[in-house]
């Protein structure tokens, strides 16, 4: 069993950055794949960002890549999601997951956890 605790969240103006955490129970956190997705109003689940297990593979919705970075500390049991540049559009509720399988999924249905998520909001 994983237990994930998003942090981070807030309101900041377009342009601004911020950098969501996402906190892992678990022994086994350096076997999980972990993702990042966001949510707006009205709208579905939709993938942000994932890394692989070792780290050594990370992959990115369109609408982020130059902007977004997803890391990991396995020391901390942490995955990181660094915003920068954010854009009204990026208001959503962001969520953590993570996955046995090694590989990188883009539907958040593929990952076996997820956290409560955590509230992005960017005022123009």
């Not at 969240?9 to 906190?23: E, I, T, Y």
């Not at 689940?45 to 130059?66: C, L, M, P, Q, S």
């Not at 993570?98 to 956890?113: H, L, M, Q, V």
């Amino acid at each position: 069993q994983v237990q994930l605790v998003e942090s981070g969240g807030g309101l900041v103006q377009a342009g601004d950055s911020l950098r969501l955490s996402c906190a892992a129970s678990g022994r086994t956190f350096s076997s999980y794949t972990m993702g990042w997705f966001r949510q707006a109003p009205g709208k579905g689940r939709e993938f942000v960002a994932a890394i692989t297990w070792n780290g050594g593979n990370t992959d990115y919705a369109d609408f982020v890549k130059g902007r977004f970075t997803i890391s990991r500390d396995g020391a901390k049991n942490t995955v990181y999601l660094q915003m920068n540049s954010l854009k009204p559009e990026d208001t959503a509720v962001y969520y953590c997951a993570a996955r046995t399988n090694y590989g990188i999924s883009y539907y958040s249905t593929a990952y076996d956890y997820s956290g409560q998520g955590t509230q992005v909001t960017v005022s123009s």
